[in-house]
């Protein structure tokens, strides 16, 4: 979004250790001749996608000779193949073509739905792959059925054609089988004999094997339910039983009529599921139970095997999430020990920042100092020294090269400050604590996927000029190849309209000795001598990145400004990877601080000249939507609309893990709750409320919805709603979401923009 540079200049309300490093960075010049056409919703909604080429999924093949990637296909932008790229040059060319190989996608199992609806995969075709680690071959899950290419003779063969779709498929790490999951048990597939043998034979009704658990894939960032030791000896799976679970029937409406679905929902102060873990020793045929501890309410968190596959490392969190406790397990006989324990008063985030080494110790990031960083501890779970540190987190461990010692990480800092708003990969030491030095320029947001060696990466980057651009680098930094150049010229979609994009501005606000960083776009042909009305997106809640990056925007954006409105968003307190007071501001009491960081951002745009002051709308969705609600209903917030998406109502209609972790139980912070209760502040409501969501949602119910409607209704209070049937939490595809935005812009339009009525004295 740019290449007009904002007439007006950078606004920052506080002096701030950002302002330096906002001030160095150039804003990139429109290119030459770029087209001025106006974007509209009918582009931004069609193929081929405005981002361009984007790769997505992109690995390095383990003998470093290959970059395979995910793209969508030209005539529609919802079907993804995959695509490869020798690395030592030479065309991409295409893997598997996902309609060759299937031409008419059937439909998903309600367990494929579910896990891609958790994942937030929503299109179709090749979503997912994986290599084995010889790097012979490539397996692909396609609608339904496992394939599987081979490097040597290009081939793509098809491993299963049964009538029950087979999920969370892998090759096994030394090419010898493939294993996935069917009907709710696990699957080995033996790529010499072509025999399939069943794992387990006893998952049906409320016991699922190898599966995670809905509160797994959808809070805890765990996707899979089994992992192959690095031998291929054993398979560590784990057992779900949804049996204590509560029954909360949910109504799946759609446009062809509505079921009632007796969902297993385990909301907040409520029975979670009951998660074991057990070793398949393939050789014996045995299966053992890991010792897990008598408390079965807990969870389990992360699973990772030494690089020898002579112990299991288990990440098991307290119910309350104050507690991760890392348990060394023996495969052969499934007893455990406690190596170390990570607590807080709040909360402990789990990450995917554990790595053991070749030599039995392992890199473990904690917040022990208030903010995360990486640790180097011997094969007991004794510390031996800090791998990073500073006033500044580390974002999430890279990779590591056990030759040199490097230690590769992202984190959003400069020259030893904490710059929330960029994103770089460092190079750290094993061998010492030690000034982390830049892999990658600073000025945007980047991420990277390391290689098992640690010598090369696939860096991923973009700014507010450049969309999307995927490359190989050697860990010097220095570029081998591109794999998506994307480059915004004439050939681009984007390029007709890119003279109109406006380059966001960045500045902050402190609040309660926080540092809050904003994002603004003006519109098309700004004029700091007129007023503009303002949409202030928000999501507001606890989130895993910033919001206010410095990186490629969505085309929604430019629909807004190009409508006439100022778009502005700010993280406000708890929101993104910052310190841990700056993220546990929220604990206990969510719907409080948020809001008023807020309703500081409100009134500092209204003391800027050109805002006008009484036409300040905000959007979110989610907890965006629960934040959109709150804002609404905030007195003295003053904003003339809101539109919530999918919005929690009350918390305890929300799930435990999320919603435990921020606010404990309803049972033991009863006035947290009621104090977050939207029905509660409707006696404050001012200005034009839209309300969205999807009629099948099972993750934020409809129920948070409906008993909005209901308490409104009640009150005689007008308002507008959007339903979407067959929708879950977010709409999808094309079609929907562009009668989704023509909603949005006609709303505004009547209560900001133009058709809106004039501020009244």
Do not use: C
């Not at 929708?727 to 909603?743: D, F, I, S, Y």
Request: net charge negative; no cysteine; glycine share 8%.
């Amino acid at each position: 979004m740019r290449m007009i540079l904002l007439a007006s200049t950078l606004f920052l309300a506080t002096t701030s250790p950002f302002a330096a490093a906002m001030a160095q960075t150039p804003v990139a010049a429109a290119p030459p001749e770029a087209g001025s056409a106006i974007l509209t919703p009918e582009r931004v909604f069609a193929s081929p996608a405005l981002s361009g080429p984007v790769a997505r999924g992109v690995s390095l093949s383990p003998d470093g000779d290959l970059v395979a990637f995910l793209r969508s296909r030209t005539d529609d932008v919802d079907v993804l193949d995959l695509w490869a790229a020798p690395t030592a040059g030479g065309e991409p060319f295409k893997l598997i073509d996902a309609r060759a190989l299937v031409p008419e996608a059937g439909e998903l199992s309600e367990a494929e739905k579910a896990r891609r609806e958790r994942m937030r995969i929503s299109q179709r075709g090749v979503v997912e792959y994986s290599w084995d680690e010889q790097g012979r071959y490539i397996l692909a899950p396609l609608e339904g059925d496992v394939f599987l290419a081979s490097r040597t003779d290009g081939t793509v063969r098809r491993l299963t054609q049964s009538p029950g779709d087979e999920i969370d498929a892998k090759v096994s790490p030394k090419g010898s089988y493939v294993s996935y999951v069917r009907d709710q048990n696990l699957y080995v597939n033996d790529l010499t004999t072509g025999t399939e043998t069943a794992v387990t034979d006893d998952g049906a009704s409320l016991i699922t094997w190898a599966t995670a658990e809905f509160i797994a894939q959808e809070e805890m960032d765990r996707d899979t339910g089994y992992w192959w030791s690095p031998d291929e000896r054993y398979i560590a799976l784990q057992r779900t039983d949804e049996s204590g679970v509560d029954i909360v029937p949910r109504l799946d409406i759609t446009g062809g009529g509505s079921t009632i679905v007796a969902q297993r929902y385990p909301r907040a102060g409520r029975p979670n599921a009951v998660v074991d873990l057990y070793v398949r020793d393939l050789q014996s045929g045995s299966r053992v139970k890991v010792d897990l501890g008598t408390d079965t309410d807990i969870y389990l968190g992360r699973v990772n095997w030494s690089v020898d596959g002579r112990t299991l490392y288990v990440q098991r969190e307290s119910r309350d999430q104050k507690r991760i406790d890392l348990l060394s397990v023996d495969p052969a006989t499934g007893a455990s020990r406690v190596l170390m324990s990570q607590t807080s008063d709040t909360w402990v985030d789990l990450t995917d920042d554990f790595r053991p080494l070749a030599d039995g110790r392992f890199i473990w990031s904690t917040e022990e100092t208030g903010w995360r960083h990486l640790y180097l501890y011997d094969r007991d779970g004794r510390k031996i020294r800090a791998i990073t540190r500073g006033d500044w987190p580390v974002k999430g461990l890279a990779g590591v090269n056990a030759m040199t010692g490097e230690v590769f990480f992202t984190a959003s800092m400069r020259d030893g400050a904490e710059l929330p708003y960029e994103q770089q990969l460092f190079r750290a030491s094993l061998n010492r604590t030690m000034t982390p030095v830049a892999i990658t320029p600073a000025g945007g947001w980047w991420s990277a996927s390391v290689n098992k060696t640690g010598t090369a990466y696939v860096g991923n980057y973009s700014d507010p000029a450049t969309p999307p651009q995927s490359a190989l680098y050697r860990m010097d930094g220095t570029r081998v190849r591109w794999i998506e150049e994307n480059r915004l010229d004439a050939s681009h979609p984007f390029f007709p309209y890119v003279s109109r994009l406006r380059i966001p501005e960045f500045g902050t606000l402190q609040s309660h000795g926080q540092t809050l960083v904003w994002r603004m776009q003006t519109p098309p042909g700004f004029d700091p001598a007129r007023k503009y009305p303002v949409v202030m997106q928000v999501y507001g809640g606890p989130s895993t990145g910033a919001g206010a990056q410095r990186s490629w925007q969505s085309a929604n954006n430019q629909l807004l400004t190009e409508a006439g409105y100022i778009v502005f968003r700010l993280d406000n307190r708890g929101e993104g990877d910052r310190s841990q007071a700056f993220e546990s501001a929220q604990y206990l009491h969510m719907g409080t601080v948020e809001i008023e960081d807020q309703k500081m951002a409100a009134n500092y745009l209204r003391s800027l000249p050109y805002v006008d002051a009484a036409h300040l709308a905000m959007m979110g969705w989610s907890y965006g939507g629960f934040m959109s609600l709150n804002a609404l209903t905030e007195p003295g917030m003053g904003l003339a609309a809101a539109a919530a998406g999918g919005p929690p109502t009350n918390w305890g209609l929300y799930d435990t893990h999320y919603t435990e972790r921020y606010m404990s139980t309803p049972q033991a912070n009863p006035e947290g709750y009621a104090g977050s209760d939207i029905l509660t502040r409707l006696p404050n409501l001012s200005g034009r409320l839209l309300l969205m969501h999807g009629m099948a949602d099972d993750n934020v119910v409809f129920e948070n919805s409906t008993r909005l409607i209901d308490a409104l209704q009640a009150r005689s209070v007008p308002f507008e709603m959007m339903l979407y049937p067959g929708q879950r939490h977010g709409v999808r595809g094309n079609e929907r979401q562009l009668q989704q935005w023509r909603t949005y812009l006609d709303f505004l339009d009547r209560t900001i923009g133009s058709r809106a009525p004039a501020a009244q004295d």
